[in-house]
């Protein structure tokens, strides 16, 4: 398919008032009530229809600015693989070390304290709730920690 901005004659770094104005210029000439039985002016104007759905709409225009994809039926294949390929040069590799040194900063820090705080009254002081929702935490080697921090809580 033709770029979107090609078919409204505009760069791809437009703004939404200067698409609309191009759209409405555009669909004045082409619609099939100024054009009747012309084939060619139907078919351009459904297809600036298409376009205006995509870069009239925020979010639709953001995907497609990102995967120059226009509709579902593109999202598959070779779209699909190059999503792919978008996200992982924004997100890296997720490894064993870097688990590893976050459960080391996690434990002990505030932000568990707080996250513990707040799924003891969430799961209502039932600690085999909290241990099973309590990300880092292993039964055997945080209740005497944990039932410390739920005490100081408590007594605060």
Known sequence: MEEQEEILGLERTSSQQEIKKAYYKLALRLHPDKNPGN?????????????ISILG?????????????????????AAVESLYEYFRTIYQKVTEEDIEEF??????????????????????????????????????????????????????
């Open 57 to 77: 709409d925020p979010e639709k225009r953001a995907l497609y600015d990102q995967t120059g994809c226009v509709d579902d039926a593109e999202l598959g294949g």
């Open 103 to 156: 459960e080391a900063n996690y434990r002990g820090s505030e932000t568990e304290k707080v996250d513990l705080k707040e799924l003891y009254k969430k799961c209502k002081g039932n600690m085999d709730k909290v241990f099973s929702w309590m990300i880092c935490s292993d039964e055997k080697l945080d209740s005497h920690r944990f039932k410390d921090i739920v005490d100081v809580a408590i007594a605060a």
């Open 39 to 51: 084939e060619d002016a139907k078919e351009k104007f459904q297809l600036l229809q298409k376009v």
